[in-house]
């Protein structure tokens, strides 16, 4: 009977335990333990397998994990969040997890110290001058060839000189800029144009193109429509008025919960001026496209202060970027298939 046991007891230790635990410790960048963070594990389909939170010291602890790839990912409220990817082959996992407040930049900074070489080859490489049309030169009247005794009129022509000087002085006085008011000027609005025409005499026309034909153009200008013969012109360029532009850079990073949805991701204003209250907005829809549940939050920008007296940090100044943690709160009875990402924003002076 003895001898039986002992048999069951050594093929248990040899085939029985297939599931092992994952221990570790959760620490910031300080390297002090830090408790009550969350905790989950996801694997590679991105589906939670198990959460738990920090203990005493950072300490935690997983029982009976499946061999396989796995993500451990942390968020404290105030420490920050941070993720580590892990195996789980045929012994126990020990980890050490670190949880920072602020995203890490050191590939940025080597992507922007990579192009230095390549701007350098930019620069040295040589730059193409358009040709200029040559002026012809301006017939002067030669010293032998004067009109007049000048010898004999001199004085006369002095005293016609100090006279002209005299008017010009008077006229100069009498034209004065009037006071306009600001708020007068800011209710004259200037048409913004996209087209710059340049014509053979070199005159240079700005409007919109209203029509075009083989042989001419219609353009709507400030002073009104003209008709333009296309043989009189010699250049079209097309120009956009400097706007904001604000994007997402690469995809958003998800936590999955049976009641809600975590979105946390970054944004980047690559326009040429300024983007005001910058606010990312999100929707999940079900399999029937019924909306699940949607939300939005403002990034966290500069602070600007605007002439209404309003006070809001939430601008992005031109290729400056700001982080996002959106949280989409789930509708009883909805399963939700997929999502959607937008984001707007306003300009305001």
Do not use: C
Not at 334 to 341: L, S
Request: glycine letters at 8%; zero cysteines; a negative charge.
């Amino acid at each position: 009977m003895n001898k039986a046991l002992s048999w069951i007891f050594l093929f248990g230790l040899l085939i029985g335990k297939d599931k092992y635990g994952v221990t570790g410790i959760v620490q910031n960048a300080d390297g002090e333990g830090v408790k009550k963070v969350e905790l989950s594990i996801f694997d590679t389909e991105g589906e939670e397998v198990k959460s738990t939170k920090s203990k005493g010291g950072g300490k935690f602890k997983f029982k009976k994990i499946e061999p396989g790839k796995y993500t451990l990912y942390g968020e404290h409220k105030k420490e920050g969040a941070g993720e580590i990817n892990f195996n789980v082959v045929d012994e126990d996992v020990e980890l050490e997890l670190i949880i920072t407040s602020e995203p890490e930049s050191d590939g940025e900074e080597e992507m922007a110290d990579a192009p230095h070489e390549e701007e350098k080859e930019e620069i040295s490489a040589p730059v193409l001058i358009p040709q200029q049309r040559k002026k012809p030169p301006k017939a002067l009247l030669k010293f032998e060839e004067t009109f007049f005794e000048y010898k004999s009129n001199l004085k006369a022509l002095k005293s016609e000189i100090d006279s002209l000087k005299r008017v010009v002085k008077g006229y100069q006085k009498s034209q004065t800029m009037p006071n306009v008011n600001r708020e007068l000027l800011d209710l004259i609005q200037v048409p913004a144009y996209h087209h710059r025409i340049e014509l053979q005499n070199g005159t240079v026309v700005t409007g919109d193109i209203l029509e075009e034909s083989d042989s001419t153009l219609v353009l709507k200008t400030q002073i009104g429509t003209l008709v333009l013969k296309k043989e009189m012109v010699v250049r079209v360029d097309e120009f956009d008025k400097p706007a904001p532009k604000v994007i997402f850079l690469g995809d958003p990073f998800i936590n999955y919960y049976p009641d809600r949805q975590i979105f946390s991701g970054r944004v980047k204003n690559t326009g040429e001026i300024r983007a005001d209250f910058v606010r990312v907005i999100g929707n999940l829809f079900d399999q029937t496209t019924a909306n699940s549940g949607s939300d939005s939050i403002f990034v966290k920008g500069t602070r600007i202060v605007y002439n209404t007296n309003v006070v809001a940090d939430t601008a992005l100044e031109p290729a400056q970027t700001a982080n996002y943690v959106l949280t989409i709160p789930i509708r009883k009875g909805r399963k939700v298939q997929y999502h959607t990402m937008d984001i707007h924003w306003e300009r305001t002076q």
